[in-house]
């Protein structure tokens, strides 16, 4: 269950990151109330999460999917550059987090 919570907790960082772009281009309380949303909900999960979890591989994963997963959506939602060497590295990222699941 610790795994889903920081799953969770890493998509609503995700989520968090997506919406300071869309303050930064709305300047809206709504942009600013979802912001504040994402980001408490992310570090409730991964205090959820770090109960059973060592600290070090909690904040590793989670800052793993935040960072990967705020490029990907700036590559999709908002045209930032897909190049070879952006997705070799988020890969990179993202093999770093799963490999520190695994010896877990």
């Given at each position: ?16 990151v ?15 109330v ?9 570090f ?55 490999g520190?699941?695994?010896?877990s």
């Amino acid at each position: 269950m610790a795994w889903v919570s920081l799953v969770v907790a890493g998509l609503f960082e995700m989520f968090g990151v997506a919406m300071i772009n869309k303050l930064h281009k709305d300047r809206n309380w709504q942009a600013f109330v979802l912001l504040v949303a994402g980001f408490g909900a992310s570090f409730l999960f991964l205090a959820h999460s770090m109960k059973t979890l060592p600290m070090g591989t909690a904040y590793a994963i989670w800052t793993g999917i935040g960072a990967s997963g705020g490029a990907i959506l700036g590559m999709v939602l908002y045209g930032e550059p897909k190049d070879s060497k952006r997705m070799f590295f988020i890969a990179l990222v993202l093999g770093a987090a799963i490999g520190l699941k695994l010896i877990s």
